[in-house]
Nanobody, 116 residues
Framework: VQLVESGGGLVQPGGSLRLSCAAS????????MRWYCHAPAKEREWVVS????????NDANSGKGRFTISRDNAKKKVYLQMNSLKPEDTAVYYC??????????WGQGTQVTVSL
């Protein structure tokens, strides 16, 4: 199983980024995919999920309602569209999948830095 994120970078406040996660080694279309972020001096936190049926769920208290998750099962990719970025969104963003209890995988992460 591999999860490879891309699309991070440096962006000014108010800008947008689209992260991608390319998946391989499992039946992508049948699993819920998740994005997490890990900001400096904070714990890694869940951002948003998308089920195999395309139903999205996010943490209403995370302040990241500006982010939208989507997936392309044919390409085995999941995306995170990040709009109206703020400096507090600066973090490493990770793609995650739980295949079955105690069997989960993380990508290597992609750095997003929001700064002038």
């Amino acid at each position: 199983v591999q999860l490879v994120e891309s699309g991070g970078g440096l962006v000014q406040p108010g800008g947008s980024l689209r992260l991608s996660c390319a998946a391989s080694g499992f039946t992508f279309s049948t699993y819920t995919m998740r994005w997490y972020c890990h900001a400096p001096a904070k714990e890694r936190e869940w951002v948003v999920s998308i089920s195999s049926a395309g139903v999205t769920t996010n943490d209403a208290n995370s302040g990241k309602g500006r982010f939208t998750i989507s997936r392309d099962n044919a390409k085995k990719k999941v995306y995170l569209q990040m709009n109206s970025l703020k400096p507090e969104d600066t973090a490493v963003y990770y793609c995650y999948v739980l295949l079955r209890p105690s069997v989960d995988y993380w990508g290597q992460g992609t750095q997003v830095t929001v700064s002038l």
